[in-house]
Nanobody, 124 residues
């Protein structure tokens, strides 16, 4: 069973930056996609960005492009999310997810494994 542990969340002012980290362990040989999602109170879980290890492809979201950047280290089974120019509407619990195939990429239901989430709060 793949285990995912996120870190790096916290409270930041508008315009600030945070870097989230996610480390995967146990059974990672079966994982091809690692992704970040977020969920704000009362809203559905939203795709942020993903990396597919087998192709090196990066997937992101137009609304966050230029502010959020995903990166990863396949050898260490780790993925990161650099978040800059944060806005109050970015406030959410951010989840790391891992999937064997994850097709389509932005669909939460395609990911078999999830971290516990890390809270990101952006104050105005």
């Amino acid at each position: 069973q793949v285990q995912l542990v996120e870190s790096g969340g916290g409270l930041v002012q508008t315009g600030g930056s945070l870097r989230l980290s996610c480390a995967a362990s146990r059974g990672t040989y079966s994982i091809d996609v690692m992704a970040w999602f977020r969920q704000a109170p009362g809203k559905e879980r939203e795709f942020v960005a993903a990396i597919r290890w087998s192709t090196g492809s990066i997937y992101d979201t137009d609304s966050m492009k230029g502010r959020f950047t995903i990166s990863g280290d396949n050898a260490k089974n780790a993925v990161f999310l650099q978040m800059n120019s944060l806005k109050p509407e970015d406030t959410a619990v951010y989840y790391c997810a891992a999937g064997r195939t994850a097709v389509p990429i932005p669909s939460p239901s395609e990911y078999e494994f999830w971290g516990q989430g890390t809270q990101v709060t952006v104050s105005s």
